[in-house]
């Protein structure tokens, strides 16, 4: 059992900038694969990036490609989401979620999930 617990959201302008945390308790935190996913008002949760569980492997969706970067540190039990560049578009609740896998891209492979913390960027 893993428990995620997102922080670090909030109100930016555009073009601006936030770290979203996300610390796990349970066992095991480095054999867990790590992504992150958003939800914007109306519309499905996205895959937006994950990390390999030992952090050598990192995949983005296109749409934050070049802006966003994971990190994770195992020895703290936290993945990290550096945002830049923000864009308007990227106003959502973000979630961060754990997988058994090496990495996943697939919201079906997630097996944790944490509350959520709501990113917005006015413009």
């Known amino acids: 059992q893993v428990q995620l617990v997102e922080s670090g959201g909030g109100l930016v302008q555009a073009g601006g900038s936030l770290r979203l945390s996300c610390a796990a308790s349970?066992?095991?935190?480095?054999?867990?694969?790590m992504g992150w996913f958003r939800q914007a008002p109306g519309k499905e949760r996205e895959f937006v990036t994950t990390?390999?569980?030992?952090?050598?492997?990192?995949y983005y969706t296109d749409s934050v490609k070049g802006r966003f970067t994971i990190s994770r540190d195992n020895a703290k039990n936290t993945v990290y989401l550096q945002m830049n560049s923000l864009k308007p578009e990227d106003t959502a609740v973000y979630y961060c979620?754990?997988?058994?896998?090496?990495?996943?891209?697939?919201?079906?492979?997630?097996?944790?999930w944490g509350q959520g913390t709501q990113v917005t960027v006015s413009s």
């Open positions: 979620a754990a997988s058994t896998r090496f990495i996943a891209s697939m919201r079906d492979n997630y097996d944790y």
């Open positions: 349970g066992r095991a935190f480095s054999r867990y694969a």
């Open positions: 990390i390999s569980w030992n952090g050598g492997s990192t």
